[in-house]
C-alpha cells in the first residue's frame, strides 16, 4: 500500500454514540482516531455549538420540550429547503444547554441510541477546553455559512474571535477549517488567519476549475467517496500538491464484508477518511499497512 491514510472520526464516533457530542469525540480518540471533525453553527446569542444541522428534531430532544413548542416553524435550512422544524438559531445557549443529544438513526443504530437523553449539545469552547483534546487533531466544518452570512450572523468573525480568546495552542491541539461554500472558506481562511489547515469540501460533481482554483487557494479538498470511485480526482489534486480527504466511510454500508468495504477507502490514495467507526477503519489500516 502506498499512502497510509489517517483515521478522522466523523462527528466523533457517531457509529457508537449521538454524533457530534463531547462523549462521541472522546470515545473517537480512544479507538484511535487521528482527529475527530464536527460540525459548528450559531446560536441566537453569538455563541458556536456543535450539530450537523440548523434544525435540531432529528438530534435533540425538543419535540419533547413543550417550553420550546412555540419555537416551531417554517423555516429554511442550511441547504435551502423548508421544514416545520426547531432551529438552532432561534435558540440561546441557555436554552439548548437544556436539550439532549439523541441518536439520528435510532433504527439503524440502536446500540447508540441507548444513550439517548444522556448527553449535552457541546459547545466550540467547551471543545477546546475538553481535556481529551490535548495534543489532538480537531476539524471543525463551518455549516451553512453563506446562508447565515445573508442573515446577518457573522460566523466566521464568532469563530476567529473563539480562537483568539482559549487557550488552545498551547495544549498542543492543531486545526483544520473546512467549509462547502468556496467563498465561506476563503472568509474563514481571511478572518481566522494561521490558526491551521483549510480544506475545500466538494459534495457534487463540480466545475473542475473550481477545484483546481482551490489547489491555488487552499491546503487540501475533501471528496464526498461518491465521486472519487472510477475517476483520478484524488491523483489529480495530489499532482496539484494538495492533501485529500475522502467521506464517509460507514459499517452499516458495507455490501459484502466490513474489510471489503473498508479497503476501498484506503486503497484509494487518500490522505484522511473519515469514518462513523474509527476503531473498525484504524484497524483494517493497520491489517494493510
Known sequence: ???????????????????????????????????????????ADGELIIRHDNYLSNTTDVASRPEFAHLKRLGTVGWQQEREDWFCEDFTLAELKTLRAVERLPELRPGSAKFDGLFEIPTLDELLKAKFTSGKHLILEV?????????????????????????????GISLTLE????????????????????VYLVDTWSDPSLNAQAAEVFDGISFNCELVWGTDLVEVAHARGQKVFIWTARAEEAENTIEEHYARFILSGADGIFADQPDLLAACVRDMS
Open 1 to 43: 500500500m502506498g499512502i497510509v491514510p489517517q483515521v478522522f472520526g466523523h462527528r466523533g464516533a457517531s457509529g457508537y454514540r449521538p454524533e457530534n457530542t463531547l462523549e462521541a469525540f472522546a470515545l473517537a480518540f480512544e479507538q484511535g482516531a487521528d482527529a475527530i471533525e464536527c460540525d459548528l453553527l450559531p446560536t
Open 143 to 171: 455549516k451553512h455559512g453563506d446562508y447565515f452570512a445573508a442573515k446577518g450572523v457573522p460566523v466566521a468573525a464568532i469563530l476567529a474571535r473563539k480562537l483568539n480568546e482559549i487557550d488552545w495552542r498551547p495544549r
Open 179 to 198: 467549509a462547502f461554500q468556496f467563498k465561506v472558506l476563503e472568509q474563514l481562511q481571511r478572518v481566522c488567519g494561521p490558526v491551521g489547515d483549510f
